[in-house]
Every structure is written in structure tokens, then in C-alpha cells.
């Protein structure tokens, strides 16, 4: 049955991932029907490559760690803490996650950049620093760690933090010996899909970076797109999969050490009123540091939307209805854009839960039952690996497989170049593991014996996933399709590549508007950007209903 | 559904259209063709310049499209070593001046627009400075315009890539090293895109004021009368200026793609493309100039626009030839 | 009609020399070799001190645990491949596993529901079931708000709602006070009499077993040590650990002759039939009389407890082991008094060979 | 030296009028102002029906509680912002909440390790503990790999660990076999006596308080119904609640006059300086005396439970509610038979008032 529940995944992997990257990476090493494998040595021996990907490592492990320190506290404030406008805020915290990032850049440098608002107050400023760059990461995935981390953080049983409570652990000691190994396999995944994020950034380092950083990724997109020096691209690329399986091998192995079913309980139980001091300077920290680092960029881009040439109004917003009946294929009217982002997100979300859904299933039943150990069948360690590949699609450049899809999927059956669904199968790339990622821990913790319990009472496998494995992984599942659903929304390196120009989604069209001179495709693109994040907020939030809108239901 | 657009260009009553993200019609116009001709039209873009060529390139085998439009000079090398086309010697073509028919013998590809990339400066700055803009490569190195300037990097913007090609155009294969030595040390600025340069950093866009503190740019000679478009009332002037001598032109060509499935529909579209129809919607669209003599230029072009008299051009195989390794050397140069 | 099918028309659950090892080094299999029968509508209570294997044979006769060898009839059928939730067997865990996120009627109704019973056959049989169980009123309570004993009841009320033909129940009353407790038992007697269930329970309280069993089974390291009516238990301990676990720790080595046996603790009447020789005795402490000091097996009083209903004393005799009483509380010496001690025959049982 | 610093020598624990609601509409309060005092070096245990308010009131003396009023004082401190930790008491939960992630060792050496006590000392300090409970060897298993009273002992083994001035058990042996539990009832005393340690332990338990106990404390509604030593509960009972939940069903309404009183069952002997007028009488099953139906009460035998160390009979007389009496097995009549019974003046109770 696991197998059976794999296929679809190991297919989509298959077709929509390894063969068009397998194919691209084989073009570029395989020149004139040779091998090119002197390449390598050539690549590597190149210290300006040894550089780029010192930078890129370290500066990956560096926005993680960063990320982590500053986003799980608010992880911890989202899952225990009740307070008015969480949900809101929880669907806030995750609008950067869509912004194409040369909105981002643009905002930060408006925070940090010359002239911004660090530099006006005093003196700042960390456009070209590595610092920019860490805080624009920060930004991004604060919402990945307070998401997932968070999720199953508010299904863990408080009473687990209690018992250390009573055997003299303080509040941070039971945290750190209690709390955190459980949400150990949470953390993990939030910290490899950081990790990854930041290791194949790419707006973010060009815009903040400035032509000196350099990650792999810009390398690849360089070397594929304008140079087309495909065997160099190939060589980086392989280059990149080896630190991405290097990093997915030493996840896999901390988590594996780490999993254990744990004591989960209904999550919306475990929100409490703040209490005491200690806790009220936690929330306020929480809330001031998604307030400077999260909303204030957005702000910068919402103003800026209403700073008209009159003064502040809704001038680029009605010249932007104005443009697109203009006789013009250029404008694009931003209710179309945003239907196509629409469209695609939620097709993108429905074959990214279907696809993550089932592998995240499979993998669960793949754990040994607890008993005799000693004995891995060979299925389990299949599963395993597989489980590593599916994280792959994050490791790997847009680019690549944008290229790859070009010339793989140009035949029947799967002459699919000009189809819509490629935009969605793209975006699903992305947002698979994030499915995955999300899920895999709630759903390892949750106790066998629960579903023991279902299956005694005469439940059948599907109905025991459905009825036990379902709502204890509701959470997850709805945070996942949130990423998912924001990924499609924000993704820009494949879909510019891929989708059609008659269906530009909203990222394109804003970048479309950037990339020409004057006041008014500026302004347009500031208040498309706005309405972006709109979406992107109420979309979450209308999920966020979701989650909380069940109640004892027989 | 599903594959329903994948097998419509084997239908010949479509003709597709590929080209970068910088195409732009009226809708009129191709709806006139549509009209006129029968045939239907899809265009698909495919990323910017480089990217869109690069694409075309790797499905040669299977071509997406009939017609491959923004093949400009400094990639038209790769294009046509790469067998991207067939000939065909679209209508019109000797309305097109000689100087821009780079592919005379093999009509491969043919010209169809010319811009050009130019030093903008922001007029108010040196009103301000009482300060006169520069005017050539060589005023840029003067220390009264220190630190003034920003541009792009060559390797991964064309806008920037072509400021270069002026340079080496203007100082020759030996000299430009020299050139760009001096202008580092008199403070040039450089950034990776041209969304950041001219919308961040340069102080004249609409965009860039009050956070752009650079009043050069490097930019496309259209710029100033795309920062007019759309004022009511029109300005007396353009806020922006260009640097005329400073130029390098980029001419854009269009050619019919090798194995397209709808060939006679490929030939119409190109010979529309050259139409006057088409040349003159052209400017306001895609801010590039008709490559017709014939073709009237917008008032907005007239008025606001430079008239650039000399810009600087190298031939498609010198860039072919060398382009890879000057930009590495002008990143080791630049950039460290 | 074969002798197979003809057993199966009366027995509901057959295990044959079932064994479960989750191999753990220098340890005994969880269950080793274990034979069982349970006719159709008999209730058997299984017994056996913490860590015995009780409730990993509850887990092998649900499928829920493979075991390594022996198997597994229902009815007669063997269960080998069949799943779980095709058992039709019921099963109460020994830590409830309810449901987090659904409430208490969501607890109680799932079985129902997964049976697809109508919705008001659903709430019908909740209401029914909780007011069994005392909890009216708790149907939309959530669990995670309920006491310990509460949600062991909810816990039983969900394993009773479907109403499997056998049916399982791990410690169902262990959390329950005394009065609580002896209501269900009678309650739940007349339910399973009623429905003509199955049961085969987990008890580590011999009282709630002997008054709810027909037949009480006493497990030790994995293996069955006795098999009997309470009665037949009680009386008759199969050997000095049965005795010993049912808490009669007056068991000494005797010599049989005749009509009485000699032993550490001098001469005791054995009862009629005993063959002479080496045997162990077990006296119970109804059975040891207290006497003045001069009469009988002079003793110290070493200890004292008071136990409810009568208090336990704890004797020292001049030589041999220690011996434990039993008498009112109005009759009761104090701690270090003197007092003699006789034995009556009818509380005296050989038992089994040296097994220990 | 004034009157709260010296009960604060000998006092370790007072509750103050301690309430906690949970503001479940239509039900009483889970602690309804509760007042308590545990003396440094006592063992209390608290006993009550499910649900009213044990486990409550020992997670509102952890700090894990929040009391909507009344104060908790821990060696006369009010222990209001104090948080758990640094209260100095321990807790042993119902439901262990021993931590998965760690194995059996790691669990019981948590509390030491908070402590920053030496490796060498944990490790001692888990052997010693893990032999008391009856799992020697088991400090490297998995805690998900034990069964259910293994793993009770491992929380009991944790709670104890790092022995906490106040502890407090919540049914800590609750899971355990009868012998089992009577051998670490013994060794707790002896343990906590050496110690010096303070416990509150909640079980559900008669035989186990009574034997662990120093003191007992009946719960129910959240209120304390009755506080005294085991066998002052046990005698004199102070309500018909208190006398129904130790078991004890025979109680009527009376009205005493002189040496015996009017009830349904016709005279009873009371004890002497009874005062006259309407009461209630508990008679103790003991004190059920059978004779022949010619001599005493008539009574038909109703039913007849078996309880191990006698059989516990139900009479119904001609007139007034059923009798339970108490009679050694070989003596037992049986179902249906008929019977007289007497009442024995020693095992008649008079009840406080009215209360129920
Ligand atoms: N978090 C809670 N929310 C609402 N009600 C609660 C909560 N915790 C306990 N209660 C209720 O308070 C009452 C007392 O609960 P408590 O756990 O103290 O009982 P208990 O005496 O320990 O019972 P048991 O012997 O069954 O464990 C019960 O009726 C219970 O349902
Ligand atoms: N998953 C497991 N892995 C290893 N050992 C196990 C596992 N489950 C049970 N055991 C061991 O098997 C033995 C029997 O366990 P079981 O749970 O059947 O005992 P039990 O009789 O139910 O005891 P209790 O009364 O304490 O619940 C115990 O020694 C236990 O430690
Ligand atoms: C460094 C970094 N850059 C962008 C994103 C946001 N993001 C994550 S996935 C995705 C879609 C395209 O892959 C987008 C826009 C991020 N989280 N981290
Ligand atoms: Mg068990
Ligand atoms: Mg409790």
C-alpha cells in the first residue's frame, strides 16, 4: 500500500523534476556526444567559483541561524499566547513569502538603504553589507519557522512542560529539555527549508548584495540565461545538488534521532492569556520585531502606492484600471493578473497537497512500528531516500528547471511547453515540500495508538487517516497550503519563465512595471503590490478560518 | 486543459510569436493584422533579451513559434551560429536604412527596431549644481562629475553590457581597460539590474526621487519621454536628459524561426512587422525606434526625446568574439 | 459436522501457544506459548502482576501486535491477515488513546460512526452510555477537560458503543473509586448478560475480578499460571505464586501425614484426601485463629494494619516465617502483645509442585 | 515569636478558602473553598469520588493551577508569584506524563539534573530508585516500550527522585497489582520516615490510604467532607456521604431513644450516650450478625458477591432497604435462602446531621 501511495508522488518527482533537470544538467556535460567531465576540474579549480560558494554556504547557515533566533520566540507567542488580531497577524507575517523580491529589495533599501529610514534617523546603512541581506532572508522566512514550528508547537501537550515544572526545571530549562527535542523534527524541517530558501537566493542577494555577493544560484541563472554556457551551468548545478543531498543526508540524520510520538492535544486548548510580566515583554518583543521587520518594509511599499505626484491618493490604482482597457498589449488589468495568480495558486495548492498529501502519508507509515528494531526493510530505506529527493526541488534553480521543462516537455505525450497546467506543475514543485516538510513531523508524533484506538472501533486504514491523522494534522496541513498557495502566488523565476504572456500572474505583471521608466509604471507597480499582499493576507486568513471553524462535529 | 495550446501552432490558421518581456503592441494594431491576413496571433515572451534568445536557441529542434522577434546586435551572433533561422527577405526591407541591416547577404534575420543605451542625467540636479551634464564617455571621467554616476553590471544586465560595448567601441579594444580604470576611481557606482539603477539609485526617475541620490544613469535614450508619458498637463521638458555622447545602439531584429510549423503565416507576420502600421506603433510601446526611414515618429519621441546624431556600434562578430571574456575582465576590473 | 466447526459454534477466541518476543536482551518473551479459550458470552478476567503480558495479549487478539508464533481464532477462523477493524472485536486501552480534538460524544459516537449508524442512533446511544457511565451532561465536554477517572469512563463508554461480539477492556475501572466502581460492575454485568458479549478484561484488582468474571486467568512472565472459576482460584491456588499474588503470603513447606502436615510452623491440619509427602501449604489468614499465648503456636504481634473491613496482623512465631491474620477490629491485639495462633483445616490448601 | 511564624515550623502546607472554577456553566466550583493543613512530616492522603477536585487541588499547591481565591502558604509563605519550580514541591501526574524522548533513565534522573546534581549521583540515585520500584535494569528501555503499571513506577521512581520537601502523588500506585502496591506502601512509609518528606497523595484506593496514611482527607464537590486519621474515618464516619463512599451502604434513617433506636429494620443497639432523637445510622456490614430466620430480622439472601476474604451478602428484610452483611465463605448462605439477621451495638455508627 505504501508503494501504492508513492506512485503519485514518484511520478510528478520523476516527470515534472528529475527528468527535465537530468536531461538539462546531461545536455551540458554532454557536448558532441562526450563527456565533458574535464569541467569539472576547470569549475573547481576556479577560485572566483570556491568563492561564490564559500559566500553562499555560509551566508545560508548564517540567515538560518538568524532566522531561527529571531522567529522562534514568535513561533512560541503564536502557540501559546491568545491575543486579539493573532489570526490576522499570523496571515501577515506570511505576505513577504509572495512578494517578488525585487518589490522586497526595493522596500528594504528603503529601510536600510542610502537615504532610508536607518540612514535619515542614524546614519546607517547596510545595502551592500552582508547585513541587508541576513534581515531581507529574515523577512522572508519568518513566517516558515513561526508556521511550522508553530503548528505543532500548539498541539504539544502543556502538561509535558509542566512535569519538568514539578521536578524544578525553570521556564527556559523545561523549554530547552522538554519542549524543544519535541519540536526538534519541527525546527529541523523549518530550519532546512530556510536553509535551502537562503542557499538558492537570488533576488535578494542581487538587489541587497550588489554585484559583489554572489550566490551558486545567480551563477547558474548567469551562466544558463545569459551565456549559455551550459556545461559551466551544469557543473554548478551538480555542484549545488551535492550540498543540497549533503544537507538533506544530515537532516534526515538528526531528525531520525530526534522523531518520537509525542503528546499531542486539540491546539485550540493551549493558547492562554499572557501572564505575568515575563511573558507580556515576550508578546511585545514578538509583536515590535514583526512590526519593524515585517510590516514596516510592506508599509514602504503600501505608502508609496498612494504617494501619487499630487500628493497621496489613489491615483495609480484608478491609472491602473485606466490602463488596462488602454489599447496596449503592455498594460495588464490587474483583476486578470490577479485571476491568474488565483487560478494558478490554487491549482498549484491542490497538486501540491495531493502530491505532498500522499508522499507525507506514505512516509508515515513507513516508521517501523514500535517493536523489534534492528530490521530495515529495504522498502523503509527507499522511502527514506525518497523522502530526502523530494526536497530537492528547493535546491535547485529556478532556472534549470525552467530550461529543463523547455526542451524535455516539448513532445506528446507530454507537450505541455504552452499548457497551462506547467505553471502550476512548477509552482507544486516548490510547494511539495513544503507540504511534506510541514506535515511529516506533526504526522510522525502523532501516537500509533491512536490510530489503534480508531481501528479497534472498526475504522479501515482511510478512515482512520481520515479520522484520527487528518485532524491532528488539520494544522499542518492548512499551514502547508498557505506556503503552498503563497509560493504559487509569489513564484517568479519559473513562472516568468513558463507562463503564458496572455495570462501574466500579479509578481510578472509588477515586474513588467518595474522594468520601465516613469512615475506612472512605478506607482502602478507599488499599488500592484499592494493589492498582492491584500490577497495574499486574506487568502491565509480565509484559511486560518478554516482551521478554527470545526467544532464537535460526530 | 491540458495540452490544448501545445499543438495550436501546428494549426495554420495561428502564427506565434515569440519574443522577450519587452514586447508591446496596440491591440488595434494586431487585431487589424488579424483581420486583414486571417491568420491569428499568440505571442509568447520568454524572460528578458538574453533569456528569450537562449530559450529559442536550446528548442531549435522544435521551435515554439513562427516568428522570433528582439534578436538584438550584441546576441545576433548566437543566434545565427546556432542555424535560429530561415532566410526570408520580409516587405518593406529597403525602407530600412543599410546601416542597420547587419545580416544583408542572408536575410536570416531582419531589422526592425534601434534603440539606443545613453548616460541620462537629472536636468533639476545640474540646474541646481549650475552644473553642465555631461556630454561624452570622456566627460564622465571629470572630477566635477565624481561619484555621480550609476550603471549596471555588465554581466548580468544588457543595458549594462551595452554601456561597455560603447566604451570599447569609443576606445577601442586596447584602450578600454584604461577607460574604466578612470572611472572607477572617479567613483562610478554599480548595481546589478537596471530596475535598481534607474528606479533606486538614480535621482531623476519619478521612481528614485527622494531616496536616489545619483544623477546619472545609464539608461535608454527613450527614458526622458517615459517619464513624461502619462503627465497631464505635458511638461515643458523632460525631468531627464541624455548624455548624447554616450551612446551605444542596440538594433533589434526579427527572423523566421528554422522548422516553424506555420511558415507562409511566419512571412505575413514578419512582412507586418515592417509594415508602417506596425513601425509606427512601435515607439510608444516598446520605446525603440522604427527601423523604417519612413516610419513618423511620435510627438512624444520629437519633443522630449534626444536625437542621437553618432552612437557608438560594433559588429555582431566582434561581440560574438569577445563579449564573454570582456565582461569577465570587466568584472575583475569593476567589480573587485 | 467436523470437530472444528463444532467448537467454533461455542468458542469465540482460541489462541494457540501464542508468543510475542520484542526481544530485549536477558528478558523473558512478553507472551510465551499462551492457550486460551473463551466460549462465546463468557466474561474472562485476566490477572497477573505489572509487566505479566496482559495487555500485549489483549493487543495480539486485536491484530494490533504480531505475534511471533501460535495463533489467533475467532470463532474459528484463523485471524492471520485479517486487520484489525475487520476483527470485530472491541478494545479498551489501558491509557484510553481518546481522541484530542473531538469531544466527548465525538469519542463515544466514533465507533458508531465508522459503523455508520444513523445520527440519531449516534446521540441515542451517547446519552445512553454516559448517563451508564455517570457523566450526563459531558457530551460536548472536551477531553483534554476531564479528571483522570472521567476520562476513564469515556473511555469504556466508546469501547461499549459499538458493541462488539467480543470485547476487550485494559484496566477499565482501575481509576475509579470503590462504590463508583462496584455500580459499573454490576451495571456492566447485566449489559454483557444482556447483550450477550464477550469480554475478556485486564484487572489488577482480584475483587472487581471475582465479581465480574466467570472465569478469572492468571498470568506470570508471559505464561498462564491458572485458568479457573474465581472460586476455584481463590480456593484453590495452582501454586504458591497464584497464592502468593492473590495475597496470601502464609505459604510454607510441609511434610503431609495423615490428617495433618508438619511444617516450620509445627503441626497443621491438612484437609481430608491430602496424600502424604512433600508439599507447600498455603494457610490463609482467615484461617489462622488467635488463641490465648498458652494455647497454641505462641506469637509476637510484629505488625498491625488496619484494612477497612478488619484489620491484618503480622505474626512472629518463636521459629519459622512470619504469618499473617486476619480478625475484627474489636478483637485486635496491638503491636508487640503475645498471642497464640491455632489453624483451621478448612483454610489450609495444598498446592501445586514447587513451581515458584 | 508570633502565631503564623510558629505554625510555619510545623506547618508545611495550609490552603486558605482555595477556589478554582473552570466556569463550566451549570456546575459546582472543582475546588470550592478549600481548607487544608499538612505538618511538616506528615503523610496525607486524599480520597474522594472521580472528579471532585483531587487532582485540582494538588496542581493548585504546584503553582500549575491558577486558585480564583483562598491562598496557598508552603512553610507559611504565601506562595502567590511563586512559580512552580521554585516551590520546592514535586507531583507525580495521573497520567505520568513521563517524557517520550527520553529513556527511563533520562526520565528519572530529570529532576536531579535540574538540580545540577553530580552524573555519579543521578546514576546512583536511578539504580536505587528503579531496584525500589521493581524495574531494576530498566533505566535504558524506551519509556513507550513499558507497560502500564512499568510505566507508573517509572513517574513514581522521577517524582521521587529528587526528593522534594512536599510531595505529592496523584494515584501513585493506582496501576500496580495488589502485591506490588503493598510491598511499596511499606517501603514509601519507611522511605518518606527517613526522609523526612511531606506527601499529599490522592488515591482511590481505601486500603491504600489507610495503610499509607497518617492522616485522611475525603473529598467531594470540591469540599473537604471529612479530615482525620484512617481509622477515625473509618469508625466514625461523618456523613452518609463519607460512610457510602468507604463502602458501607447500610444506612438509615433512625431515631434513637435510650440504648437503641427505631429504624426501618426495627430495634438497633446504639452505643452508649447516644443522645436521643432522629438520626442516621450506618450499621457496618461486620456488624450483621446472621442467626435463623426464627431468631432475628427475617431476611431472603438477594445476592452474593464473592470479595475474596469473605462474601459479601444482600439481605432484604420484610419491610425497609436492603442490608448487606459480610459472613466467611464456609458459613454463607445461599442466593434465596432465608435468613435472621441482628445488629452488633459495636459496628452501629450514628451519622452526623442530615448532610447527604
Ligand atoms: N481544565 C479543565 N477544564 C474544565 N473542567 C475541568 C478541568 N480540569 C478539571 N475539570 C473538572 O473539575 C473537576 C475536578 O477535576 P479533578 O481532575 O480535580 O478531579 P479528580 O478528583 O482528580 O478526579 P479523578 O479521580 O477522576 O482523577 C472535574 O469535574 C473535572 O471535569
Ligand atoms: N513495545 C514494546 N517493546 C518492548 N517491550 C515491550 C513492549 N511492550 C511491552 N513490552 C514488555 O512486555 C512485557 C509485557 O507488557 P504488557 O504491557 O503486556 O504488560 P501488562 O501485563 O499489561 O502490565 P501492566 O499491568 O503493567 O500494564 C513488559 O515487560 C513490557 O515491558
Ligand atoms: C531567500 C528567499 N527568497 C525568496 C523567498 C520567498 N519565496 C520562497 S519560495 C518562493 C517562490 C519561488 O521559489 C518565494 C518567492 C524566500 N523564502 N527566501
Ligand atoms: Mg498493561
Ligand atoms: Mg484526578
Not at chain 1, 522566512?141 to 514539578?166: C, H, K, M, S
Not at chain 2, 516587405?91 to 541620462?120: E, F, M, W
Not at chain 2, 539590474?193 to 531616496?211: H, I, L, M, T
Request: net charge neutral; hydrophobic share 45%.
Amino acid at each position: 500500500m505504501r508503494l501504492g501511495l508513492m506512485a503519485v508522488p514518484f511520478v510528478f518527482f520523476a516527470v515534472f523534476f528529475a527528468y527535465p533537470v537530468a536531461v538539462i544538467v546531461g545536455r551540458g556535460l554532454k557536448d558532441g556526444g562526450q563527456w565533458q567531465l574535464g569541467r569539472f576540474g576547470a569549475v573547481l579549480g576556479d577560485p572566483d567559483v570556491l568563492h561564490v560558494l564559500w559566500f553562499t554556504v555560509w551566508q545560508a547557515a548564517a540567515s538560518t541561524a538568524l532566522t531561527l533566533l529571531i522567529a522562534l520566540p514568535g513561533a512560541y507567542v503564536f502557540a501559546r499566547f491568545a491575543f486579539p488580531g493573532k489570526q490576522l497577524l499570523r496571515a501577515v507575517v506570511a505576505v513577504p513569502f509572495v512578494l517578488p523580491t525585487v518589490v522586497v529589495g526595493s522596500a528594504f533599501l528603503a529601510l536600510v538603504g542610502r537615504g532610508g529610514l536607518l540612514d535619515d534617523l542614524w546614519g546607517v546603512r547596510l545595502d551592500t553589507s552582508v547585513w541587508a541581506i541576513l534581515l531581507a532572508h529574515v523577512f522572508f522566512n519568518y513566517a516558515v519557522v513561526v508556521r511550522t514550528v508553530g503548528g505543532l508547537w500548539a498541539q504539544l501537550d502543556p502538561r509535558q512542560e509542566e512535569a519538568a515544572r514539578v521536578l524544578g526545571a525553570g521556564r527556559f530549562a523545561a523549554w530547552r529539555k522538554v519542549t524543544l527535542p519535541a519540536l526538534g523534527p519541527a525546527v529541523a524541517a523549518a530550519a532546512l527549508m530556510v536553509f535551502l530558501f537562503t542557499f538558492t537566493s537570488f533576488g535578494v542577494v542581487q538587489i541587497l548584495g550588489g554585484p559583489t555577493f554572489s550566490t551558486l544560484e545567480v551563477e547558474i541563472y548567469r551562466q544558463t540565461a545569459d551565456f549559455l554556457d551550459l556545461p559551466t551551468a551544469a557543473v554548478l548545478t551538480l555542484i549545488q545538488f551535492a550540498a543540497v543531498l549533503g544537507l538533506l543526508a544530515l537532516h534526515a540524520w538528526t531528525v531520525r534521532r530526534r522523531e518520537s510520538t509525542l503528546r499531542l492535544v486539540d491546539a485550540s486548548r493551549t493558547a492562554r492569556r499572557p501572564h505575568g510580566a515575563g511573558q507580556w515583554a515576550l508578546l511585545w518583543g514578538t509583536l515590535t520585531v514583526i512590526a519593524v521587520l515585517l510590516v514596516l518594509p510592506l508599509a514602504v511599499l503600501v505608502e508609496r502606492s498612494f504617494a501619487g505626484p499630487d500628493g497621496f491618493g489613489l491615483v495609480f490604482y484608478k491609472t491602473l484600471r485606466d490602463a488596462a482597457s488602454a489599447d496596449s498589449t503592455f498594460a495588464v488589468a490587474p483583476l486578470d493578473a490577479l485571476w491568474n495568480s488565483l487560478a494558478y495558486g490554487a491549482a498549484a495548492t491542490a497538486i501540491a497537497l495531493l502530491v505532498g498529501g500522499l508522499a507525507a502519508a506514505a512516509l508515515t507509515r513507513s516508521r517501523p512500528a514500535a517493536g523489534p528494531s534492528g530490521r530495515t526493510p529495504m522498502i523503509t530505506r527507499l522511502l527514506r531516500g525518497f523522502d530526502g529527493l523530494l526536497m530537492l526541488p528547493l535546491g535547485v534553480s529556478a532556472v534549470t528547471v525552467g530550461f529543463g521543462f523547455l526542451i524535455t516537455l516539448d513532445k506528446p505525450p507530454l507537450d505541455l511547453r504552452a499548457s497551462w497546467w506547467l505553471v502550476p506543475l512548477a509552482q507544486a514543485l516548490v510547494g511539495v515540500p513544503f507540504v511534506v516538510r510541514t506535515m511529516l513531523p506533526v504526522l510522525r508524533a502523532v501516537d500509533g495508538r491512536l490510530r489503534e484506538a480508531a481501528a479497534v472501533l472498526g475504522a479501515s486504514p482511510w478512515q482512520v487517516w481520515r479520522e484520527v491523522d487528518l485532524p491532528m494534522v488539520r494544522r499542518a496541513l492548512l499551514v502547508a497550503a498557505g506556503f503552498a498557495f503563497a509560493v504559487s502566488l509569489g513564484e517568479f523565476g519559473a513562472t516568468v519563465f513558463i507562463a503564458r504572456p496572455d495570462q501574466p500572474t500579479l509578481p510578472v505583471a509588477v515586474t513588467r512595471l518595474l522594468g520601465r521608466a516613469g512615475e506612472f509604471n512605478y506607482g502602478q507597480a507599488m499599488a500592484l503590490s499592494t493589492i498582492l499582499m491584500v490577497v495574499c493576507a486574506g487568502a491565509l486568513l480565509a484559511l486560518e478560518r478554516i482551521r478554527t471553524d470545526h467544532s464537535g462535529e460526530f | 486543459g491540458c495540452g490544448s495550446a501545445g499543438d495550436s501552432s501546428a494549426d495554420t490558421k495561428t502564427v506565434t510569436l515569440v519574443s522577450h518581456d519587452s514586447f508591446n503592441a496596440s491591440k488595434s494594431v494586431l487585431a487589424a493584422f488579424e483581420k486583414e491576413s486571417g491568420y491569428k496571433v499568440k505571442v509568447l515572451r520568454g524572460g528578458d533579451a538574453g533569456e528569450a534568445v537562449n530559450k529559442a536557441i536550446l528548442s531549435k529542434d522544435n521551435p515554439q513559434g513562427d516568428v522570433f522577434f528582439g534578436i538584438d546586435n550584441t546576441l545576433l551572433s548566437r543566434g545565427l551560429n546556432a542555424g535560429l533561422f530561415t532566410p526570408y527577405k520580409a516587405k518593406g526591407l529597403d525602407s530600412v536604412p543599410a546601416d542597420l541591416q547587419l545580416d544583408k547577404g542572408g536575410h536570416r534575420v531582419t531589422p526592425l527596431d534601434y534603440g539606443d543605451i545613453c548616460v541620462n542625467y537629472d536636468r533639476a540636479y545640474f540646474t541646481q549644481h549650475k552644473l553642465a551634464p555631461p556630454q561624452t564617455f570622456d566627460d564622465l571621467l571629470k572630477p566635477q562629475y565624481k561619484g555621480l554616476l550609476v550603471t549596471e553590471n555588465s554581466a548580468t544586465s544588457s543595458p549594462g553590457l551595452a554601456f561597455q560595448l560603447g566604451t570599447i567601441a569609443a576606445h577601442g579594444e586596447a584602450g578600454w581597460t584604461d577607460y574604466w580604470k578612470k572611472l572607477k576611481a572617479n567613483g562610478v557606482e554599480v548595481v546589478d539590474s537596471w530596475e535598481q539603477a534607474y528606479n533606486e539609485r538614480f535621482s531623476g526617475s519619478a521612481a528614485g526621487k527622494g531616496k536616489g541620490d545619483k544623477p546619472l544613469v545609464v539608461s535608454y535614450a527613450s527614458s526622458p519621454p517615459a517619464e513624461v508619458m502619462g503627465k497631464n498637463p505635458a511638461p515643458k521638458e523632460a525631468p531627464t536628459g541624455v548624455a548624447t555622447g554616450t551612446c551605444f545602439q542596440q538594433v533589434e531584429f526579427g527572423g523566421l524561426l528554422k522548422g516553424a510549423k506555420n511558415e507562409k503565416g511566419g512571412k505575413a507576420l514578419l512582412d507586418f512587422l515592417l509594415s508602417k502600421t506596425f513601425q509606427e506603433d512601435m515607439p510608444l510601446q516598446m520605446f525603440v525606434n522604427p527601423a523604417r526611414k519612413d516610419a513618423k515618429e511620435p510627438e512624444l519621441f520629437t519633443r522630449y526625446g534626444a536625437r542621437i546624431d553618432k552612437p557608438a556600434t560594433l559588429a555582431p562578430e566582434t561581440i560574438a568574439k569577445n563579449r564573454d571574456q570582456w565582461v569577465k575582465q570587466w568584472s575583475s576590473l569593476v567589480l573587485k | 459436522m467436523t470437530a472444528q466447526a463444532r467448537t467454533a459454534a461455542t468458542e469465540m477466541l482460541r489462541l494457540d501457544g501464542v508468543t510475542v518476543s520484542f526481544g530485549m536482551p536477558g528478558t523473558h518473551p512478553a507472551l510465551d506459548g499462551v492457550d486460551l479459550d473463551v466460549a462465546a458470552h463468557e466474561i474472562v478476567c485476566v490477572l497477573g502482576p505489572s509487566g505479566s503480558g496482559k495487555s500485549t495479549l489483549l493487543r495480539v487478539v486485536a491484530g494490533l501486535q504480531h505475534a511471533d508464533a501460535g495463533a489467533v481464532l475467532l470463532e474459528g477462523r484463523d485471524q492471520v491477515g485479517v486487520p484489525t477493524h475487520r476483527r470485530g472485536v472491541g478494545l479498551m486501552f489501558q491509557d484510553h488513546q481518546l481522541f484530542p480534538q473531538r469531544d466527548v460524544a465525538g469519542n463515544v459516537a466514533f465507533g458508531l460512526r465508522m459503523r455508520g449508524s444513523s445520527r440519531g442512533e449516534q446521540q441515542r446511544t451517547v446519552t445512553e452510555l454516559l448517563d451508564l457511565v455517570g457523566l450526563p451532561g459531558a457530551a460536548g465536554r472536551a477531553v483534554a477537560s476531564l479528571s483522570g477517572g472521567e476520562q476513564q469512563r469515556v473511555a469504556l463508554a466508546r469501547a461499549l458503543a459499538p458493541r462488539p461480539r467480543l470485547l476487550m477492556l485494559d484496566e477499565p475501572l482501575g481509576q475509579l473509586d470503590r462504590g463508583l466502581r462496584e455500580r459499573l460492575v454490576v451495571e456492566l454485568r447485566r449489559l454483557f448478560r444482556e447483550l450477550g458479549t464477550t469480554v475478556l478484561a485486564v484487572t489488577h484488582d482480584q475483587g472487581e475480578a471475582f465479581a465480574l468474571a466467570d472465569r478469572v486467568v492468571v498470568m506470570r512472565d508471559g505464561r498462564i499460571a491458572q485458568s479457573g472459576s474465581p472460586l476455584e482460584v481463590w480456593q484453590r491456588p495452582a501454586s504458591a505464586f497464584v497464592a502468593r499474588f492473590l495475597g496470601f503470603d502464609n505459604v510454607v513447606e510441609a511434610s503431609v501425614q495423615g490428617e495433618s502436615a508438619a511444617t516450620p510452623w509445627g503441626k497443621v491440619p491438612v484437609p481430608d484426601g491430602t496424600p502424604d509427602g512433600a508439599c507447600r501449604l498455603l494457610v490463609r489468614p482467615a484461617g489462622v485463629r488467635l488463641t490465648s499465648a498458652a494455647d497454641g503456636l505462641p506469637c509476637t504481634v510484629v505488625a498491625r494494619t488496619f484494612r477497612g473491613t478488619h484489620v491484618a496482623l503480622l505474626l512472629q512465631p518463636a521459629s519459622g516465617p512470619q504469618v499473617e491474620a486476619a480478625c475484627p477490629l474489636h478483637e485486635a491485639p496491638e503491636t508487640g502483645d503475645r498471642v497464640g495462633i491455632s489453624f483451621a483445616a478448612e483454610d489450609v490448601v495444598v498446592l501445586g509442585d514447587a513451581e515458584e
